[in-house]
Structure formats: structure tokens, C-alpha cells
T-cell receptor
């Protein structure tokens, strides 16, 4: 089954404790992206990757890191999490086409709480 | 400033009724517009794409329209079902590779 898999689905942690949210896709997509979704706000892009070893900042990259060593994986790293990073996070992937002609496939989200 | 505004923020209708969700966008240069459906606890799923030259497109009981002159799009749902309860997100794409998400309309279908 074609899917984007995120882990963990839920995480409660404390300020300053490094964490990684993994994202894996099995559709051979070149493009991958991370978003956060907060109440009343639209999805906001954190980082994206056009292909292996190519990453770029989105609209809200502060406090986050990513890497793209393999085509299928795109982990999101919070080196020193803070409470304002409490949010619902989504990973997405698609074939190339930032003009929207390729639909993005989203994972089911990771709900992150930073105390 | 690139932005997408959706209305209403939330909507409750009875099963079997029709409804229309609105999306106003200010994106330049405009490329495409997509509607996504997001079920509770799930990621968004694409319903339809509207390109600059398209006015209307249907996908089952969903019909999307686009007016490039007024920069408005709508999503019409016919004969609503309980499974239509979800958030509907309008996403505008610029040919400058920007993706702008609306904050969504939360639709609840009551039996």
C-alpha cells in the first residue's frame, strides 16, 4: 500500500530533550516536506527536500533540522525543543512539481507536546 | 502578501443537504489550486486540482469551481453524507514554487 509513515504518532517530552520524528515513504517520491498545523492557522511549511542531499527552509524553519540521506526517509530533528514547538506535525511527499500539479501524500501526523 | 482565506470557519448541516465552501486567494503569480479533505486524526488527502484555465471540475459528489478574475474558488458538496464530516483545506500554488494553505473549513454532518 502506498503510504507515508510517521513515527511516533504521539510524544510528550520536556524542554531541551532532543527528539527525532521519522518519516518514510514507499512511493519513490523525490519531493518531501514537513509541516506543522496549529489551531486557526493553515499548515505551515518547516523544511522541504527536492531530492537526496537537497534540503531547503520553508516558512518556519527556526528550531528544526532535517536530513535527506536516502530517498525514502526525511527525519525531522528538534535539537532543543521548546514549548512553542508543541504542535501537530505532518510529513508529505510527492513527485516533482511545486506548482501543485502533483498531489502531496500526507502521513497521519505526529502530535508533539513539549512541557 | 500571498494568502488564502476560507469561509466559513465551521459549518453544520443535516445529512442529505448540499453545502458550499469558499476560498479566496491572493497568490502571485498563480499556478494551481487544490482542495484537500482532512479527516479527524488523519493527514489531508487531495480531492481535486483546479488550473488557471479551468472553471469547474467534479469528483463524485464534490464540484470545485475557480474564478481566476476574482481569485475565488468554491467546493460544493451534493447530498452530504456522514463521511463528509471533515476539514476541507484550500491550497494555492504559485509558479514561483510557493505553497499557501488556507486554515480550513470544519464541516460537520448531522444525521
Amino acid at each position: 500500500e502506498a503510504q507515508v509513515t510517521q513515527n511516533p504518532r504521539y510524544l510528550i517530552t520536556v524542554t531541551g530533550k532532543k527528539l527525532t520524528v521519522t518519516c518514510s515513504q514507499n512511493m519513490n517520491h523525490e519531493y518531501m516536506s514537513w509541516y506543522r498545523q496549529d489551531p486557526g492557522l493553515g499548515l505551515r511549511q518547516i523544511y522541504y527536500s527536492m531530492n537526496v542531499e537537497v534540503t531547503d527552509k520553508g516558512d518556519v524553519p527556526e528550531g528544526y533540522k532535517v536530513s535527506r540521506k536516502e530517498k525514502r526517509n526525511f527525519p525531522l530533528i528538534l535539537e532543543s525543543p521548546s514549548p512553542n514547538q508543541t504542535s501537530l506535525y505532518f510529513c508529505a511527499s510527492s513527485f516533482p512539481g511545486l506548482e501543485g500539479n502533483q498531489p502531496q501524500h500526507f502521513g497521519d501526523g505526529t502530535r508533539l507536546s513539549i512541557l | 502578501k500571498n494568502q488564502v482565506e476560507q469561509s466559513p470557519q465551521s459549518l453544520i448541516i443535516l445529512e442529505g443537504k448540499n453545502c458550499t465552501l469558499q476560498c479566496n486567494y491572493t497568490v502571485s503569480p498563480f499556478s494551481n489550486l487544490r482542495w484537500y479533505k482532512q479527516d479527524t486524526g488523519r493527514g489531508p488527502v487531495s480531492l481535486t486540482i483546479m488550473t488557471f484555465s479551468e472553471n469547474t471540475k467534479s469528483n463524485g459528489r464534490y464540484t470545485a469551481t475557480l474564478d481566476a478574475d476574482t481569485k475565488q474558488s468554491s467546493l460544493h458538496i451534493t447530498a452530504s453524507q456522514l463521511s463528509d464530516s471533515a476539514s476541507y483545506i484550500c491550497v494555492a500554488y504559485s509558479s514561483a514554487s510557493k505553497i499557501i494553505f488556507g486554515s480550513g473549513t470544519r464541516l460537520s454532518i448531522r444525521p
